[in-house]
C-alpha cells in the first residue's frame, strides 16, 4: 500500500542554519503531497503542498518540490528561526483528498 | 479557514472504560475523519464520519471499538470503547473544507490506566 517516510528526529539547529527533512513516498497513481507542522500545544496546520509532478510548494520560507523520479518532496528552509521549532509530517493522499497517510514526523529543535 | 474545537483536550481514563471525543467545526464541512497518533508513531485514519449513516472504517478499526456519529455537516463524535493502555495515544479530528483544504483539530491527548 501507500506509505512515507521521512527522515527520523529530533533535528537540532542553531538559528540562521539550512534545513533539509527528508521524504519519499511509495503510492500508486498520482498523489498530492504536504506538509504539516505541529507546533507545540497546537493542531497540525497545512505548511505547503504540490499536487503535481515538478511543483513546488512554497509558504513561510519552506521550500518543497515533488519529485517523481525520486519519489521524494523534501522539504527545506534557508534560515530556520527559533520560532520553527515544532513537528514536521511529510503526507500523501489521493486526489479526492479523502485519506491522508502520514509519515512517523521529524521535531525540528532550533537554538538561539 | 475552518476552526475546530475538540474536547477534551486530555484525559487519564481507566482500563475498561470508555471516552467520548466531541468535534465541533464552526461551518459545515463535507468531510469528517478521525486519526490517531500513537505514542512515537504515525498519523493512522480511523474512519471517515459520514453525515447521516455509518462511518466508513479503515482497515484495523471496527465499529464496536471505535462508534463515531455524525448528526449534522458541523459536529461529530468518537468514542474509544473498553479502554485498554494500548488505547494510550493522541485522538484527532479533521475536516475537509469546502475550499478542498484539510483542517485539523488540536487533539485529545489519551492515558489508559
Known amino acids: 500500500g501507500d506509505s512515507v517516510t521521512q527522515m527520523e528526529g529530533p533535528v537540532t539547529l542553531s538559528e540562521e542554519a539550512f534545513l533539509t527533512i527528508n521524504c519519499t513516498y511509495t503510492?500508486?497513481?498520482?498523489?498530492?503531497l504536504f506538509w504539516y507542522v505541529q507546533y507545540p500545544g497546537e493542531g497540525l496546520q497545512l505548511l505547503l503542498k504540490?499536487?503535481?509532478?515538478?511543483d513546488k510548494g512554497s509558504n513561510k520560507g519552506f521550500e518543497a518540490t515533488y519529485r517523481k523520479e525520486t519519489t521524494s518532496f523534501h522539504l527545506e528552509k534557508g534560515s530556520v528561526q527559533v520560532s520553527d521549532s515544532a513537528v514536521y509530517f511529510c503526507?500523501?493522499?489521493?486526489?479526492?483528498?479523502?485519506?491522508?497517510?502520514f509519515g512517523a514526523g521529524t521535531r525540528l529543535a532550533v537554538h538561539p | 479557514s475552518a476552526v475546530i474545537s475538540q474536547k477534551p483536550s486530555r484525559d487519564i481514563c481507566q482500563r475498561g472504560t470508555s471516552l467520548t471525543i466531541q468535534c465541533q467545526v464552526d461551518?459545515?464541512?463535507?468531510?469528517m475523519f478521525w486519526y490517531r497518533q500513537q505514542p512515537g508513531q504515525s498519523l493512522t485514519l480511523i474512519a471517515t464520519?459520514?453525515?447521516?449513516?455509518?462511518?466508513?472504517?479503515e482497515s484495523g478499526f471496527v465499529i464496536d471499538k471505535f462508534p463515531i456519529s455524525r448528526p449534522n455537516l458541523t459536529f461529530s463524535t468518537l468514542t474509544v470503547s473498553n479502554m485498554s493502555p494500548e488505547d494510550s495515544s493522541i485522538y484527532l479530528c479533521?475536516?475537509?473544507?469546502?475550499?478542498?483544504?484539510?483542517?485539523f483539530g488540536s487533539g485529545t491527548q489519551l492515558s489508559v490506566l
Open positions: 503526507a500523501l493522499s489521493d486526489r479526492g483528498y479523502n485519506k491522508l497517510i
Open positions: 479533521s475536516v475537509r473544507h469546502p475550499n478542498e483544504k484539510l483542517f
Open positions: 461551518s459545515q464541512v463535507t468531510m
Open positions: 503510492a500508486t497513481g498520482y498523489p498530492s
Open positions: 464520519a459520514n453525515q447521516g449513516s455509518e462511518a466508513t472504517y
Open positions: 504540490a499536487t503535481k509532478a515538478d
